[in-house]
Nanobody, 122 residues
């Protein structure tokens, strides 16, 4: 129904930055919220950041607050995650997600991307 495609992952050294992008396509509500989750090896998937369709409400995990910035290009149905001051603890597969509301996004988002690997070396 809705396809989410992530890009921008890669291998970086600690302290460097990456910018992830997620492009949405297919049938969907025009006012859906979008955001990011991540899953590190041996850990459960956790919420990273998300915003509503207008972009006036944003939510971050405490572990990334102050370092990561989420934004969206509504016209292109694309959301970005600027990740600064990366550290090895940020190493994970990052998944783009979408939901009808920000509450749904942070809870049980119905739409997921395939994920993009982010590896931060020390």
């Amino acid at each position: 129904q809705v396809q989410l495609v992530e890009s921008g992952g890669g291998l970086v050294q600690a302290g460097n930055s990456l910018r992830l992008s997620c492009a949405a396509s297919g049938r969907t509500f025009s006012d859906y919220a979008m955001g990011w989750f991540r899953q590190a090896p041996g850990k459960e998937r956790e919420f990273v950041a998300g915003l509503n369709w207008t972009g006036n409400m944003v939510q971050y995990a405490s572990s990334v607050k102050g370092r990561f910035t989420i934004s969206r290009d509504t016209a292109k149905n694309t959301v970005h995650l600027q990740m600064n001051t990366l550290n090895p603890e940020d190493t994970a597969i990052y998944y783009c997600a979408a939901g009808k509301t920000l509450v749904e996004l942070t809870g049980h988002p119905p739409f997921w991307g395939q994920g993009t690997q982010v590896t931060v070396s020390s």
